[in-house]
């Protein structure tokens, strides 16, 4: 299937584009394109206007800005995926990410920007407790993670805005991100994939963050499973504990990859291997 017929802009600045956005009754901006082009040929989108921000200059680099690294909004996936800069749970979600086609040219903004509800990155930023920069007619603002996913395929993003940054803080701890596929493996969007930060001072976890992806309608903080962590030596019981409340008020969504027991399932399984894998990466 083709699209239907839209206007196509290429702007050469931000402010550029978000003009063409604010213009446009609807108007959608492409990075890579990895997302909204075939939902365009699917006629999920019809768009008026598409607005190409991929040539504006300065947004594809990966900077260390000391108490945080910054992800431009033109950064491809496998940039992401190979810098040493970006926490291993985010590198390794983005050597995740769909196909090698898809990892040349997709971006992390494009994809946080999407928000799908199966998305690796998008767990990946919220265990990391990142913070998105977004320029819109009124100037710039930034959104904590916690606050930008609103429900499937729905962002704090507002139209006429465009993503231009992610910040992700500079902090101790170990990081790690598991998920199995829809193709079995790590291949495709997550039946259901967990991204986790812990931080240990004296032996003990003084504090984590888990992040769910694939198993509700959107990426979600595991509040449950992180309460059962905070306090105690990260022992194998202790993460038994917090992968039996992974999805405590986590409404699961039953799919065609799975039923909520399933998911559920799951989710506690990929709970207890990425907090696993981030205890041992934090030493």
């Not at 999920?44 to 921000?53: A, F, R």
């Not at 913070?131 to 429900?151: H, N």
């Amino acid at each position: 299937m083709y699209p239907r017929n839209f206007e196509y802009v290429a702007v050469e600045s931000i402010d550029e584009a978000v003009e063409a956005l604010s213009s446009s009754e609807f108007a959608k901006v492409m990075s890579g394109g990895m997302s909204l082009i075939p939902m365009m040929k699917l006629r999920l989108l019809s768009p008026e206007t598409v607005v190409d921000i991929g040539r504006v200059g300065g947004l594809d680099q990966i900077t260390d800005n000391g108490d945080h690294v910054s992800i431009g909004g033109l950064v491809r996936h496998r940039d992401i995926a190979v810098s040493e800069l970006v926490p291993q749970a985010l590198r390794q979600a983005a050597s995740w990410t769909g196909d090698p086609q898809v990892r040349n040219r997709g971006t992390t903004c494009g994809a946080v920007a999407h928000a799908d509800l199966a998305a690796d990155q998008t767990a990946a930023v919220l265990a990391l407790g990142a913070t998105m920069v977004v320029q819109g007619p009124s100037g710039t603002r930034e959104v904590l993670a916690d606050d930008w996913f609103v429900d499937t395929m729905t962002s704090a993003l507002e139209p006429d805005e465009i993503l231009t940054e992610i910040r992700i803080p500079q902090r101790a701890g170990g990081t790690a991100y598991d998920k199995l596929g829809r193709r079995g493996g790590h291949t495709d969007y997550a039946v259901a994939g967990v991204a986790a930060w812990v931080a240990k001072d004296n032996g003990s976890i003084s504090d984590c963050r888990i992040a769910l992806t694939g198993v509700g309608s959107k990426p979600t903080l595991a509040s449950g499973a992180v309460e059962a962590l905070i306090g105690t030596d990260g022992s194998e019981s202790a993460i038994a504990d917090a992968a039996a409340r992974a999805t405590e008020d986590v409404t699961v969504l039953e799919d065609l990859y799975g039923s909520e027991e399933y998911k559920a399932h799951l989710a506690g399984v990929y709970v207890k291997r990425a907090v696993t894998q981030a205890l041992a990466a934090a030493g």
